[in-house]
């Protein structure tokens, strides 16, 4: 007797993917505020500092928002510059005890709003895309927990902010905001490191909805 094989099932049309809505660079306005304090400090003194608060506090978490926006037909992702040369997604270490959305609401309205003590901005804070892992505060982070490392030093979370049609950004005076291309970000580690040149291939799951009337 023969074996039969059993049909299989195909589907008429792909999975659905997760659609983002995402609104031109124009309907956004942007100003300035007073200059966040620089440290100044050199990496050595920030990597003691680093420990000193590891040893006192444990595993150090960092959030960070992805914010999208569209330009020239193409999505752009909201970065701020620093001194001319580094790249930051707007984020930052969360405070003891502090849960991550609410931890990236309060970093997102110090880097990006205008200060106000009464609110949060009404930021909509998305899924977590991607979480990174650091075995030492000066190592390459790595996108699962470092292998022969007993206890990570630091962990790094990005979440996908869904902007609203219209909203205006303020930035501290000694910061850029810049709209980066994604093809310009892709598997470009060498200019803006390797999390946020990660980020293209993390919002591969999403439909992208440009959104103009």
């Known amino acids: 007797m023969g074996l039969e094989m059993a049909p299989v099932a195909t589907e008429s049309s792909p999975e659905q993917q997760p659609e983002v809505a995402i609104y031109p660079l124009c309907r956004y ?30 595993l150090r978490t960092c959030v960070h928002g992805v914010l999208l926006v569209e330009l020239s037909g193409h999505p752009h992702v909201l970065l701020l510059q620093v001194r001319n040369s580094s790249f930051l997604l707007p984020g930052g270490r969360l ?48 996108p699962y927990p470092p292998p022969n490392t007993r206890v990570s030093k630091e962990c790094v979370k990005l979440f996908l902010v869904r902007l609203p049609m219209a909203r205006q950004f303020v930035v501290p005076r000694n910061l850029k905001l810049l709209a980066v291309p994604l093809s310009q970000i892709h598997d470009n580690a060498q200019v803006y490191g390797p999390i946020i040149s990660a980020i293209p291939n993390l919002l591969s799951k999403f439909s992208f909805n440009v959104v103009r009337d």
């Open 29 to 58: 306005y942007f100003g300035a505020k007073d200059a966040r304090p620089c440290a100044g400090e050199t990496a050595a003194d920030r990597a003691l500092r680093l420990k000193a608060n590891f040893a006192a506090r444990g």
């Open 95 to 142: 405070r003891p005890a502090e849960q991550d959305l609410q931890g990236l609401k309060r970093k997102l309205s110090s880097k990006l709003a205008a200060e106000d003590r009464n609110g949060d901005h009404h930021w909509q804070i998305g899924e977590c895309i991607g979480m990174w892992w650091r075995s030492e505060f000066d190592a390459r982070p790595f």
